[in-house]
């Protein structure tokens, strides 16, 4: 995750930020655009690796269980969603990357990302796309599920 100048990371700041698009609108920083099923998945998936392990181009929320750990154990369980790995058929049969189940800093935890149109009131139309999507990855104790 990035910090702004005073400090504070600022999520919605961190999605216009990431956003590079060109004089007509369109999305520069993918220089091949995804083509058919496989193209638009490696798309998603590279955007939500992004955020996972970057803490970018989306939001970041935890719940109040996970918070209340302080900061150290906040700390330790965003390095190990950053670090998780162990995608599979079984937990990513979508091969998105876009949720997983963990243990951190001896907690148990889900994370998730979801797929919102720019107003986050909707889906997104297109998750491959950074221009109508907000990406907003949740993380929780499982024991709040």
């Known amino acids: 995750m990035s ?9 919605m700041k ?3 930020s990431n956003s590079r698009l060109n004089e007509s609108g369109h999305d520069d920083t993918h220089h091949q655009h995804a083509t058919g ?5 490696a798309r998603i998936r590279e955007l939500n690796d992004q955020l ?15 918070a209340a750990l302080g900061l150290a154990a906040v700390n330790a369980i965003f390095k ?10 079984d937990n990513d049969p979508w091969a998105e990357h876009d949720c997983g189940v ?23 139309p297109d ?8 990406r907003v990855l949740t993380v929780m104790l499982a024991e709040e599920y």
């Open 127 to 134: 998750p491959a796309d950074l221009k109508v999507t907000v």
């Open 37 to 41: 099923k496989e193209g638009r998945t």
């Open 52 to 66: 996972r392990t970057q803490g970018r181009g989306g939001m970041i929320v935890m719940t109040n269980g996970v």
């Open 3 to 11: 910090n702004t100048d005073s400090g504070k990371f600022d999520p």
């Open 80 to 89: 190990a969603i950053a670090a998780f790995s162990t995608f599979t058929a």
């Open 102 to 124: 963990l243990e951190a800093d001896g907690h148990r935890l889900i994370w998730k990302i979801d797929y919102y149109d720019r107003s986050r009131t909707c889906h997104s």
């Open 14 to 16: 961190e999605q216009s």
